[in-house]
């Protein structure tokens, strides 16, 4: 299979000069605490990452008014996405994001969500992926094991996930017609519930993010056996890329923030100014360097929005060429 690798690895790219503007100086700010929606579970990669960010928040004084992070994972994001749609004008709702901001609105048809419509604020990092088993699998120590494991296994190899239309079932679906198996896919509530399921053994096999898997991997119950990046990142330089191995399969996930349709010009500055001065503090770059993710620049403004909607149009292409079926599971 071939993936549309120009418009999903183009966007590590993307990115631009920026300057950073104090967030909270004159001008609007937030008179009532800031709603932030996840959308997706509690300890997945999307969570972690936006405590961090209002942690991080918190930690400056960058708003005279808290972040309040707020989970809404149902369906697949779907709750999220129809929250943030009815939030129309609201200068006090953003939300974390990631690609089930465009896949569950391609395949959930009748959700009536176009996340193009919604207001970008900044593109926090590129986050990537890894293909995970338990280190207990000995017999599984490269790809090529790995595939010969599931093959042998049919329907009864289990590869953990966080739900139809989610980021780890469409490079499920993408890894089923590159290889030529067939698996069983166990959806969660959240990335770090498939993390626990992994080292629990309840599941054979992963796709997940590697702020999920950290705390495992380095406690030796997890092992990576490939990276689905175009380089090798420096979180796991013995690890082989797909592209190394001949497999054109690179995909990564969009951790941005954005609000509701009709955010006002002066909120829409005052929250990319602020996270433009978490994204280059060291708290953050930090973060991106020991957890994998690509963070070279805060893209942010009209670059952002057509950032969303090339992605929308390659997840569109993406969904088509692997089957809605292949991702839903139905």
């Known amino acids: 299979m071939r993936f549309l ?3 999903l690895a183009g966007a590590l790219a993307l990115g631009m000069t920026t300057s950073v503007a104090v967030a909270g100086g004159h001008g609007w700010q937030p008179k009532k605490p800031v709603e ?7 300890g997945g990669g999307a969570d972690q990452i936006a405590r961090l960010l209002q942690g991080i928040i918190d930690k ?6 808290p972040f309040i992070p707020i989970n809404k994972p149902g369906g697949s994001g779907a709750e999220a996405l129809r929250y943030l749609q009815d939030k129309t004008g609201d200068d006090h709702t953003v939300m974390m994001t990631l690609n089930s901001f465009y896949t569950t609105p391609i395949i959930q048809k ?10 970008p604020i900044g593109l926090m990092a590129m986050d990537t992926f890894l293909l995970w088993v338990h280190s207990d699998q000995s017999s599984i120590t490269d790809i090529k094991s790995y595939v010969s494991a599931v093959k042998a296994a049919g329907k009864d190899w289990k590869v953990g996930g966080t739900g139809s239309g989610q980021e780890d079932s469409v490079l499920t679906a993408m890894m089923e017609a590159e290889f030529g198996y067939s698996v069983t896919y166990i959806p969660f509530p959240g990335g770090g519930t498939v993390a626990k399921n992994l080292v629990g053994k309840q599941i054979d096999s992963t796709v997940n993010n590697p702020s999920e898997q950290m705390a495992f991997y380095k406690a030796g119950n997890s092992k990576p056996l490939i990276q689905f990046t ?25 951790r941005s923030v954005n609000g509701p349709p009709g955010m006002s010009d002066g909120a829409v500055k005052f929250y990319t100014d602020l996270f433009q001065e978490v ?7 930090d973060f991106c360097t020991s957890d994998g ?5 805060m893209t942010k403004g009209a670059d952002l929005s057509k950032f969303h909607a090339d992605q929308y149009d390659a997840h569109v292409k993406l969904i088509a060429q692997v089957g809605a079926s292949a991702i839903t599971g139905e």
């Open 5 to 7: 690798k120009s418009l």
């Open 36 to 42: 932030f929606i996840i959308m997706a579970g509690a």
């Open 60 to 65: 400056k004084g960058l708003s005279p008014r």
């Open 110 to 119: 009748d959700l009536g969500v176009d996340p193009t419509a919604f207001t």
């Open 230 to 254: 175009g380089e090798r990142m420096a979180a796991f330089p013995d690890v082989p890329t797909a592209k190394e191995l001949g497999i054109n399969i690179e995909y990564y996930m969009q």
């Open 279 to 285: 994204f280059d503090s060291k708290e953050w770059q």
């Open 293 to 297: 993710l690509t963070c070279d620049a």
